[in-house]
């Protein structure tokens, strides 16, 4: 007796630690790995699967499975495991789980009772030669009562031996799993907040050049492969976020540029190339004052991100290193795109006839740092001008 406290007062205690863990993890990915794998710890589970609600559906999110990636390895584990979808009804576990709301614990899911409203699908076992045997699923309900999704254990182990879950951690279990449900429903939130968050910025980015057809286009590619470069050159995730962020206000001071300077088709005067300059100073001015990172970070961006390595750029003609990381960046960002998209004086160029404009001016314009990092990244970078193509402007976030 003695033994079964102290294990159920260490059972407890992780189930704890485990909830403190969840709350810290804010990416809705890492969140449903994360959920996952600490329930397998938890239950001493080979494998495990997570389900997400998508209005009348489950989708599968999250598999995990010790004995296929001891025998395949991590990569080739993680690619059997493709994307599907359940409908919300009794005919699989999952199914089931989700509508009923109950748990379901099986010893061994082919020797099922008969009479049960579920069935299970041995197709994956066949394909791959595994051996699912016991099954523990519960809903994932949140506080409102809200299913967010099942997850399900798969193959409770005994050193070398699969064996049944045992009873007494189904209740453990539903407690991690409304403890996931409440993380999941935070983390989706969060990233629908995110992406409201980021078009609100593109679109008043875009106010600033509404006349330019093409800037938002401009503006959602140069703030992606922004980030991209910022995360090749070291930047902690929540620094790349702010970049992305940060980025697509660049060029906010042209809000405050004349049209009449602004939309000049011919060449400017030197007294009207002064006045475009001038948005690097107003952008940072709209700026300015905020205790907010984001906002500290676009300031900077809008400031230097016309500064040159060389120190012949503007508007303070800084030099090499005193040039702030982040405006050097964006220059890079900036300048690939620009040089990448068609205009009324010239056609667009090749990302290959692009780039090798960006690695002559090395030294010069660009940080040489900047450019070796960013032809590290073409093949990501075509990523994004696919994604953020004419057509599918409307479609991308």
Not at 18 to 34: F, M, N, W
Not at 40 to 66: K, P
Request: include cysteine; aromatic fraction near 6%.
């Amino acid at each position: 007796m003695d033994n079964q406290l102290e294990q159920a007062r260490r059972e407890v205690l992780r189930l704890a630690q485990i909830g403190i863990a969840l709350t810290s993890v804010q990416k809705l990915d890492e969140l449903l790995e994360l959920i996952v794998s600490e329930a397998r710890s938890f239950t001493g589970a080979d494998a495990g699967s997570l389900y997400l609600r998508e209005g009348d559906r489950l989708v599968f999110v999250v598999a995990q499975n010790d004995t296929l990636k001891k025998r395949l390895g991590k990569e080739q584990e993680k690619a059997l495991f493709t994307s599907h979808s359940l409908p919300l009804t009794l005919s699989s576990i999952a199914g089931y789980v989700a509508v009923t709301r109950q748990d379901v614990n099986l010893p061994d899911v082919y020797q099922l009772e008969p009479g049960l409203p579920f069935s299970f699908n041995p197709a994956f076992d066949r394909q791959f030669g595994y051996r699912t045997c016991s099954v523990l699923a519960v809903p994932m309900v949140d506080r409102s009562d809200d299913l967010q999704g099942v997850l399900q254990l798969i193959n409770a182990r005994d050193g070398d031996r699969t064996v049944p879950f045992r009873p007494e951690q189904v209740p453990l279990v539903r407690s991690l799993a409304s403890q996931a449900a409440v993380a999941v429903n935070n983390a989706r939130l969060t990233e629908e907040l995110k992406k409201l968050h980021l078009d609100t910025i593109y679109r008043l980015s875009m106010a600033a050049e509404y006349k330019d057809k093409d800037t938002a286009g401009h503006v959602k590619r140069m703030s992606h492969t922004s980030a991209l470069l910022a995360r090749a050159l070291g930047w902690s995730s929540q620094q790349v976020e702010l970049m992305l962020y940060a980025a697509p206000m660049h060029d906010i001071g042209k809000i405050g540029i004349p049209d009449a300077v602004l939309l000049k088709p011919g060449r400017l005067t030197p007294e009207e190339f002064k006045v475009i300059q001038s948005h690097t100073e107003i952008g940072a001015r709209i700026l300015r004052g905020s205790d907010s990172e984001l906002l500290k970070l676009s300031e900077e961006v809008a400031l230097c991100h016309h500064e040159k390595w060389n120190g012949s750029g503007y508007p303070r003609g800084l030099k090499g290193e005193n040039i702030p990381l982040a405006g050097r960046i964006v220059a890079v960002a900036d300048v690939f795109d620009a040089l990448c998209s068609r205009r009324p004086y010239k056609k667009a160029l090749t990302h290959e006839e692009a780039f090798a404009i960006i690695r002559q001016d090395a030294g010069s314009h660009f940080d040489p740092t900047c450019v070796e990092a960013f032809s590290s990244l073409l093949d990501q970078v075509k990523e994004i001008y696919d994604r953020f193509s004419e057509e599918n402007l409307d479609t991308q976030p």
